[in-house]
C-alpha cells in the first residue's frame, strides 16, 4: 500500500526557533499534498495544499509567511514553522494523493512543542 | 462553522456487538465521503468511503450508510473488536479528485471492551 512518512516524530524547541517538518511519499508519487494541524480533541484542520512544482494554496487563517511549504519534488514537500510560538505547539500531520485517485494517505503526524 | 460533525465524542460497544459511528454535514456540495480511523501519535488511516451516488458501500466487517435528503451518514462496524478501539474521523469532499482536500469531523473515540 501506499506509505506516508514524516520526520522528526517529534520536536520540541524554543519560541523564536524555526523547525522543518518533512513529508515524504515512500513508494509513490505523489502530485499533491495536504498539511493538516490537530490540536487536542479537535479535528483535524487543513492548513495548506501543495502541489508539486507550484506555490502551496493556504486555507483562510493560515499565515503563509510563517508555515512555509515546499513540494521540490514528486515524493517531498516540507512544512517549516518559522519564529514558533508556544500556540504554535500542535500535532502537524500531512497527507499524499496518487494522482488523481480519491484517497489520501496520511503520514504518522509530527507533535511539535514550543516552549 | 463545522461543515461535519460528529456529535458523539464516544462510543463504547461490547465486543462482539455492532458499532454504530455517525456523521453529519451541513455543506450540500459535498459528494464524497471518507471514514478514517486513528490511533494515539499516529496518522488517519483509511478506512472505508462512498460517492453520492450511492447510499451504502461495504469493505468486510465495515459499512458505510448515506442518506443524501438528512445530509447524515453512519459508519457500521460488526462483528466489533477490541482492535477496532480508536478515533474515527468522518471526512467530505467536493468531487472525488485527488487534489480536493477533505473536511474533518471531530472524531469520535470507539471503546470496544473484551
Known amino acids: 500500500g501506499a506509505v506516508v512518512s514524516q520526520h522528526p516524530s517529534r520536536v520540541i524547541c524554543k519560541s523564536g526557533t524555526s523547525v522543518k517538518i518533512e513529508c515524504r511519499s515512500l513508494d509513490f508519487q505523489a502530485t499533491t499534498m495536504f498539511w493538516y494541524r490537530q490540536f487536542p480533541k479537535q479535528s483535524l484542520m487543513l492548513m495548506a495544499t501543495s502541489n508539486e512544482g507550484s506555490k502551496a494554496t493556504y486555507e483562510q487563517g493560515v499565515e503563509k509567511d510563517k508555515f512555509l511549504i515546499n513540494h521540490a519534488s514528486l515524493t517531498l514537500s516540507t512544512l517549516t514553522v518559522t519564529s514558533a510560538h508556544p500556540e504554535d505547539s500542535s500535532f502537524y500531520i500531512c497527507s499524499a494523493t496518487l494522482g488523481t485517485t480519491d484517497t489520501q494517505y496520511f503520514g504518522p503526524g509530527t507533535r511539535l512543542t514550543v516552549l | 462553522d463545522q461543515q461535519v460533525k460528529q456529535n458523539s465524542p464516544s462510543l463504547s460497544v461490547q465486543e462482539g456487538r455492532i458499532s454504530i459511528l455517525n456523521c453529519d454535514y451541513t455543506n450540500s456540495m459535498f459528494d464524497y465521503f471518507l471514514w478514517y480511523k486513528k490511533y494515539p501519535a499516529e496518522g488517519p488511516t483509511f478506512l472505508i468511503s462512498i460517492s453520492s451516488i450511492k447510499d451504502k458501500n461495504e469493505d468486510g466487517r465495515f459499512t458505510v450508510f448515506l442518506n443524501k435528503s438528512a445530509k447524515h451518514l453512519s459508519l457500521h462496524i460488526v462483528p466489533s473488536q477490541p482492535g477496532d478501539s480508536a478515533v474515527y474521523f468522518c471526512?467530505?469532499?467536493?468531487?472525488?479528485?485527488?487534489?480536493?482536500?477533505?473536511?474533518f469531523g471531530k472524531g469520535t473515540r470507539l471503546s470496544v471492551i473484551a
Open positions: 471526512a467530505a469532499s467536493q468531487g472525488t479528485s485527488g487534489n480536493t482536500p477533505l473536511v
